[in-house]
């Protein structure tokens, strides 16, 4: 038996890691932001423990958990969130080395990389792996410093992007400050608004892109294998403008797998990755945006695919070889609370095939809980609707 600590352990994404770390036998603690959430209302944690934000109480968060692991022994830490992935990343080998713990994330020279969105795309265009066409933007001080500089800076971003285009921030989760704009003007009027909420940020070719976006899961191994993977293909989101999945369908995609495993081997990366992946409309290209550097909240759609990703990360971090799964495709995997904001916001909801009201059969489960595990699905969906109340949260959600 392991004792694996999960950061962050407030996502749907707790519900199946959790599941599968108990029942295979081990003990499993979560450190929860927040206790009005899917995963602090499972009933698969050992342990709950509410803690500082690590986002916002950085040294708090550093406190609570160094007096933890100074009264307990944990042999695996598992980051779920990205704020929680760059803190453990950042202090990988202080806590290794005191703790005698593993910490399920790559050295932060390469999870630097994957974890920022600008020097992704460079590492992207360096290798020539297809990615949208994006540039980084000038820090707003250098508009204080020399502003026709600064704004040649940004007509060259423009002349190299062009329009249609995204603000991005190099750094956020969720979609948050993501802003589509049309022209120069719109650049000039927005991207201070975006960079004093979210710091550094990018602008990038906008894709015009199907109604639906890829997501590919894979673990790479110690070795380099990379045998366990999942793809879905995500055909509902919340916000609709673009957000996380509330349905997908499992899916094949060699092509689309070789580019994803490709980025891994050209990083060297170590561990589970999650790609975000854009189709574009015109040309039928498949372009990277995106890395989280940790599990999503997508997660439960490779357990239904039959990839038991929970029993991998053991075998690659304790056991001498890794575990392989059969892959199934045709997995339907909806998240019922961010779905029913979809049926509320979108005008598709009696035209959509499948039918929103298929709600059961054997090809379909759900991200934030089960008949056995029922409290999550309630708790996850009062807390979406307490942020979604929350003006700071749209105003960074819901941008054209």
């Given at each position: 038996?392991?004792?694996?600590l999960?950061?962050?352990?407030?996502?749907?994404?707790?519900?199946?890691?959790a599941?599968s770390?108990r029942?295979?036998?081990?003990?499993?603690?979560?450190f929860?932001?927040?206790?009005i959430?899917s995963?602090?209302?499972?009933?698969?944690?050992?342990?709950?423990?509410?803690?500082?934000?690590?986002?916002?109480?950085p040294v708090?968060?550093?406190n609570?958990l160094?007096?933890y692991?100074?009264?307990n022994?944990?042999?695996l830490?598992?980051?779920l969130?990205?704020d929680?992935?760059?803190?453990?990343?950042?202090?990988?080998e202080d806590?290794?080395?005191k703790?005698?713990?593993?910490?399920?994330v790559?050295?932060?020279?390469?999870?630097?990389i994957a974890?920022?969105?600008?020097?992704?795309?460079?590492?992207?265009?360096?290798?020539?792996?297809s990615?949208?066409?994006t540039?980084?933007?000038?820090?707003?001080?250098q508009q204080?410093v020399?502003?026709?500089?600064?704004?040649?800076?940004?007509?060259?971003?423009?002349?190299?992007?062009?329009?249609?285009?995204?603000?991005?921030?190099?750094?956020?989760?969720?979609?948050?400050g993501?802003?589509?704009?049309?022209?120069?003007?719109?650049?000039?009027?927005?991207?201070?608004e975006?960079y004093?909420v979210?710091g550094?940020?990018?602008?990038?070719?906008?894709?015009?892109?199907?109604?639906?976006?890829?997501n590919v899961m894979?673990y790479r191994?110690?070795?380099?294998g990379?045998d366990?993977?999942t793809i879905?293909?995500?055909?509902?989101?919340?916000p609709l403008?673009g957000?996380?999945?509330?349905?997908c369908e499992?899916?094949k995609?060699?092509?689309?797998?070789?580019?994803?495993q490709?980025?891994?081997?050209v990083?060297n990366?170590?561990?589970?990755?999650?790609?975000?992946?854009?189709?574009?409309?015109?040309?039928?290209?498949?372009?990277i945006?995106?890395?989280?550097?940790r599990?999503?909240?997508?997660?439960?759609?490779s357990?239904?695919?039959g990839i038991?990703?929970?029993k991998?990360?053991?075998?690659?971090?304790?056991d001498?070889?890794?575990?392989?799964f059969?892959?199934?495709?045709?997995?339907?995997?909806?998240?019922?609370g961010?779905?029913?904001?979809?049926?509320?916001?979108s005008?598709?909801?009696?035209s959509?095939?499948?039918?929103?009201?298929?709600f059961?059969?054997?090809?379909?489960?759900?991200?934030d809980g089960?008949f056995?595990?029922?409290?999550?699905m309630?708790?996850?969906?009062?807390?979406?609707?307490?942020?979604?109340?929350?003006?700071?949260?749209?105003?960074a959600?819901?941008?054209?």
């Amino acid at each position: 038996m392991k004792k694996v600590l999960l950061l962050n352990a407030e996502g749907v994404q707790t519900i199946c890691l959790a599941r599968s770390l108990r029942m295979a036998g081990h003990h499993v603690i979560g450190f929860c932001n927040h206790k009005i959430s899917s995963g602090y209302a499972t009933r698969w944690l050992s342990e709950k423990h509410k803690t500082p934000d690590i986002a916002f109480c950085p040294v708090e968060f550093n406190n609570y958990l160094t007096n933890y692991l100074d009264h307990n022994v944990i042999d695996l830490i598992i980051p779920l969130a990205d704020d929680g992935a760059e803190f453990l990343s950042k202090n990988k080998e202080d806590i290794e080395g005191k703790y005698n713990v593993q910490c399920a994330v790559p050295k932060f020279e390469v999870f630097g990389i994957a974890n920022d969105k600008q020097k992704l795309m460079e590492l992207c265009e360096r290798y020539e792996i297809s990615h949208p066409r994006t540039v980084g933007l000038p820090p707003l001080e250098q508009q204080e410093v020399v502003k026709s500089s600064f704004m040649d800076t940004l007509r060259a971003a423009a002349d190299y992007v062009g329009f249609p285009a995204l603000i991005k921030p190099n750094k956020s989760q969720g979609a948050k400050g993501i802003v589509k704009i049309e022209n120069f003007q719109d650049l000039i009027d927005k991207y201070k608004e975006i960079y004093n909420v979210f710091g550094e940020c990018s602008l990038q070719e906008y894709i015009d892109q199907p109604d639906y976006y890829y997501n590919v899961m894979l673990y790479r191994d110690k070795s380099g294998g990379m045998d366990n993977y999942t793809i879905i293909k995500i055909r509902r989101f919340f916000p609709l403008k673009g957000g996380s999945s509330c349905y997908c369908e499992t899916i094949k995609h060699a092509l689309l797998l070789k580019q994803c495993q490709r980025v891994l081997d050209v990083l060297n990366w170590t561990g589970f990755a999650d790609f975000d992946v854009l189709e574009d409309k015109k040309s039928g290209k498949l372009k990277i945006i995106e890395i989280n550097p940790r599990v999503p909240s997508s997660f439960q759609a490779s357990f239904a695919a039959g990839i038991d990703f929970g029993k991998v990360f053991i075998s690659d971090i304790f056991d001498s070889s890794i575990l392989q799964f059969e892959y199934k495709t045709g997995k339907q995997v909806r998240w019922m609370g961010l779905d029913v904001m979809w049926f509320m916001f979108s005008k598709d909801r009696f035209s959509f095939k499948p039918s929103w009201f298929k709600f059961f059969g054997k090809d379909v489960s759900y991200h934030d809980g089960s008949f056995t595990d029922p409290w999550p699905m309630l708790a996850g969906f009062f807390a979406g609707v307490i942020k979604y109340l929350n003006p700071n949260y749209r105003k960074a959600k819901f941008k054209s």
